[in-house]
């Protein structure tokens, strides 16, 4: 494989931001850099999948976001009976349960409805491979969280050794380490290639 095919693959599974979790994602500067949309993840980004409801940080989270002015959407690969039942305790009013992630046909479908710039979009969740791709594929920002347990338990023993694969490599390159988070802050953004 060329450097170059190399260098775009890992563009793909880079994170704007990588923080241990959600409460570490600095809302006040998303704002400041012009982020409109925020479109999150459920399992193991904002509560364990086991966790049927929103608790009091998550709550305290999505206020933020919305306080700042800034659009939320939930988007899940759970079933809709899940995603929904969260969506109403937490007050959001638009979820999408079912996405298919990483395709990228629901995510387009939410960013199509508003007539935004790419760049003004954030994704959050926990995998490199379901949602940061995704964001990446569609120019978006993204924010990778650490997930909240293990995510062995669901992901297919190809995408576990290709996950293993992309940190590696990202590591190798500089790019991202496990374990090596920042700030929470947008920081300078990569054009992808």
Excluded: W
Aim: aromatic letters at 8%.
């Amino acid at each position: 494989m060329s450097k170059r095919r190399k260098g775009l693959i890992s563009n793909f599974f880079r994170p704007s931001i990588y923080v241990r979790s959600f409460k570490d994602v600095n809302i006040n500067q998303l704002k400041r850099h012009g982020i409109k949309l925020f479109i999150c993840d459920l399992d193991n980004t904002l509560v364990p999948h086991y966790t049927k409801l929103p608790n009091r940080d998550v709550m305290n989270f999505l206020e933020k976001i919305k306080s700042a002015g800034i659009e939320l959407v939930l988007m899940s690969n759970n079933v809709n009976s899940r995603v929904s039942l969260f969506a109403k305790r937490a007050g959001v009013k638009e979820y999408k349960a079912n996405a298919k992630k990483p395709f990228k046909r629901v995510a387009k479908s939410i960013i199509e409805k508003r007539d935004l710039d790419r760049s003004k979009i954030i994704f959050m969740g926990d995998q490199i491979i379901m949602d940061i791709l995704v964001a990446n594929r569609l120019k978006c920002e993204s924010i990778l969280v650490q997930p909240l347990v293990s995510t062995t338990y669901k992901m297919s023993s190809f995408n576990l050794f290709l996950e293993k694969r992309i940190y590696k490599n990202l590591e190798k390159k500089n790019i991202l380490k496990r374990g090596d988070f920042n700030n929470g802050n947008l920081g300078e953004t990569f054009e992808l290639l």
